[in-house]
Each structure stands twice: as structure tokens, then as C-alpha cells.
Nanobody, 124 residues
Framework: QVQLVESGGGLVQAGGSLRLSCAASGLTFSRYAMGWFRQAPGKEREFVARISRSGGTTLYTDSVKGRFTISRDNVKNSVTLQMNSLKPEDTAIYYC?????????????????WGQGTQVTVSS
């Protein structure tokens, strides 16, 4: 049974930092590209970042470029999202997801497995 478990969310002031982690089990982690998505209240879920299976290729949505960094550890079966210079508009539930495909994509439909999410709240 595949499990993706996010952690690290919380309440932070604008300009602060948080580090989200996603622990994966029940799958061959190194075969999956990993992504982070988020869903703000009243909005659709949106793509945040993606990292390839080896970690050599990353993709970010424009609004987080230069502030967020995605990384992975294929030994520990985990993916991390370092979030700096947080803004109130970053407030959302953050989800990690796993994609068996190799195409670098932000498309939500390409991801086969999803975590339950972790809440990030940025106060102004």
C-alpha cells in the first residue's frame, strides 16, 4: 500500500520559512518523480514544484521561483520543500504526490499517488 505522509506545516509570519517533508512508503521511490501541490481556501488545487526521479531536474510555478526549493533523498525515501520568504498568499494545504512518468509536467492528472496534505498558514 502506497503511503505519502506530509509533515512540517504550521503557522508562520510573512517573510518567514517552513520546511515541508513527505515520507514515502510502499513504492519504489526512486522510480517516481515527486511533486508538491497546494490548495488555498475556495480555490482549485495548483502545482507548486516537481523534481525528477534522480533529482537532476526541477520545475516550479512562477509564483514560488526563487523562494521555494524542492529536493529529495532516494535513500530516505523522502522529498522536501523548503519555503522561504513566505507570503500570505502561500497559505494553503500542501500535498505531495508521486508520478511514475518521466515527462516533466505540472499536470495534476499525471500523478498517481497523493498524500493527505499539511496546512501552511502565513500571517501578515
Amino acid at each position: 500500500q502506497v503511503q505519502l505522509v506530509e509533515s512540517g506545516g504550521g503557522l508562520v509570519q510573512a517573510g518567514g520559512s517552513l520546511r515541508l517533508s513527505c515520507a514515502a512508503s510502499g513504492l519504489t521511490f526512486s522510480r517516481y518523480a515527486m511533486g508538491w501541490f497546494r490548495q488555498a481556501p475556495g480555490k482549485e488545487r495548483e502545482f507548486v514544484a516537481r523534481i525528477s526521479r534522480s533529482g537532476g531536474t526541477t520545475l516550479y510555478t512562477d509564483s514560488v521561483k526563487g523562494r521555494f526549493t524542492i529536493s529529495r533523498d532516494n535513500v530516505k525515501n523522502s522529498v522536501t520543500l523548503q519555503m522561504n520568504s513566505l507570503k500570505p498568499e502561500d497559505t494553503a494545504i500542501y500535498y505531495c504526490a508521486a508520478d511514475l512518468g518521466t515527462t516533466t509536467t505540472s499536470s495534476e492528472g499525471r500523478y498517481e499517488h497523493w498524500g493527505q496534505g499539511t496546512q501552511v498558514t502565513v500571517s501578515s
